[in-house]
């Protein structure tokens, strides 16, 4: 089994070449359930960005780990929008405009302005959130004019399927998106889109930052 170190030293070697647009790729560590001393060591071994999934654990790793620029890729309630906002670099996840309200309400009365991703549901999935894509621009825009967030591009997760095709159809899609708002909006400058499972067609496909945590820590322990 390879150590985390030599899993990122992998991962940076094979984004070193950049997207299929040509542009650089950010490797972000997934942190879900990792300890302080395994996400340390990822750090160590070059990684500069590292994202929870989870607002609790965001806040009670936040003092424990240093040396990386942090972000918030989970789904977040409403109630655990004053763990995030103004201690993360990047929030990944507004995927819908009660939360963005709530987001800009609690950057305003901190005097600061969050950066945010626009969350798209690209493949329509019940059991995702997110705007749909037809409505991605209009909602971009929306949020755009809140005072208190700064949307920086788009995330979403591509569904679980063995269909190349159609998560190469969706993945395309998705950058199309972006390149239409990165035309409107010179703040826009992240499309965030690949996990462990489907990275490599994300990058090829335009993703210009992936999450990743199992590729780099290895498999969960499951509780027993």
């Known amino acids: ?17 950049g997207n299929g647009a040509g542009e650089k790729v950010t490797l972000l560590a997934a942190t879900k359930t990792r300890t302080p001393e395994e996400i340390a060591r990822a750090i160590a071994a070059g ?3 590292i994202g929870e999934n989870k607002a609790q654990e965001f806040r009670d790793k936040f003092s424990l780990v240093q040396g990386a620029r942090r972000h918030f890729i989970g789904h977040l309630q409403l109630n655990k929008v004053k763990y995030i906002v103004g201690r993360c670099d990047l929030l990944h996840s507004v995927d819908r405009d009660e939360l963005a309200d709530a987001v800009a309400r609690r950057a ?8 945010i991703l626009v969350e798209v549901n690209i493949g329509g999935e019940e059991s995702k959130s ?7 621009r209009e909602a971009f825009l929306r ?21 190349e095709a159609l998560l190469s159809a ?26 462990s499972g489907d990275w490599q067609l994300c990058v090829a496909h335009g993703s210009n930052l992936v999450r990743l945590g199992t590729a780099i820590f290895g498999a969960r322990e499951i509780a027993r």
């Open 1 to 17: 089994m390879a150590t985390i170190e030599e899993n990122v030293t992998s991962l940076r070697a094979a984004l070193a070449g």
């Open 143 to 163: 949020l755009r004019g809140l005072e208190g967030l700064r949307p920086r591009g788009l995330m979403a997760m591509l569904p679980e399927s063995d269909d």
């Open 130 to 136: 997110g705007y749909a894509p037809e409505a991605a």
């Open 108 to 115: 305003r009365s901190l005097g600061t302005v969050q950066d």
């Open 47 to 49: 990684i500069a960005d």
């Open 170 to 195: 969706l993945a395309d899609r998705m950058r199309e998106l972006y390149e239409a708002l990165k035309r409107e909006d010179g703040n826009v400058d992240t499309l965030s889109m690949g996990m």
